[in-house]
């Protein structure tokens, strides 16, 4: 049962442009949700975050909107940069105990000049 | 640099022939993970160590086994690999486990084939 979905396994966008990747989780219980980076032979590293309490946060060009009604997140990506070509994972907790992280499959950017 | 290492990064094994994956850091946080991470899926928590103290999920099949004899290092041990258990291995440490601190710090990852 995957609780965290990133339905667009990859995307393609033209340097400048905005990137918009996209999350969707089931479980109503968590409140809090990352976007992670990966780089070929790199682990992921952390990039944004949101609690539940805020619908918006914003990191220079990075922004994660979440809309809990919804269930879902996006991070946005502009301008977006070559540099940004990478593998974006979503993942979420719920603040009951151990917060484990729960991941997304991962959405692959691809920028292009 | 502070950094989480996992050695090594290629691992190949025969079916059914311990093996046994490493992971350091030298950013002394209090908890380790080890995530399995099959082509095209996510993450997945096998176990993880609060200091001494070891949560295994409960899904994660008893072929996996962790030690962590101590802040830095922390091993994972699969006892009889199957052709399933081929996977990439990431370590991961944060401060500690809850929501403020909650930014986990990766390592690059250990691909295990099973031949």
């Known amino acids: 049962d995957q609780q965290v979905k990133q339905n667009s396994p990859s995307l393609s966008v033209q340097e400048g442009r905005i990137s918009i990747l996209n999350c969707d989780y089931t479980?109503?219980?968590?409140?809090?949700f990352l976007w992670y980076k990966k780089y070929p032979a790199e682990g992921p590293t952390f990039l944004i975050s949101i609690s539940s309490i805020k619908d918006k946060n914003e990191d220079g060009r990075f922004t994660v909107f979440l809309n809990k009604s919804a269930k879902h997140l996006s991070l946005h990506i502009v301008p977006s940069q070559p540099g940004d070509s990478a593998v974006y994972f979503c993942a979420a907790s719920s603040n009951t105990g151990f917060q484990k992280l729960v991941f997304g499959t991962g959405t692959r950017l691809l920028v292009s000049p | 640099d502070a950094m989480v290492i996992q050695n090594p990064r290629y691992q190949v094994t025969q079916f059914g022939k311990p093996v046994t994956l490493s992971c350091s850091q030298t950013?002394?946080?209090?908890?380790m993970y080890w995530y399995q991470q099959k082509s095209s899926q996510a993450p997945k928590l096998l176990f993880h160590y609060y200091d001494k103290d070891f949560n295994n999920e409960a899904d994660t099949p008893d072929n996996f086994q962790s030690r962590r004899p101590n802040t830095s290092f922390c091993f994972l041990d699969i006892r009889s690999p199957g052709l399933g258990d081929a996977a990439m291995y990431l370590c991961?440490?944060?401060?500690?486990?809850?929501?403020?601190?909650?930014?986990?710090?990766f390592g690059p990852g250990t691909r295990l084939t099973v031949t």
């Open positions: 479980n109503s219980m968590f409140d809090y």
């Open positions: 991961a440490t944060s401060r500690d486990a809850s929501a403020l601190s909650y930014e986990q710090y």
């Open positions: 950013l002394n946080h209090n908890v």
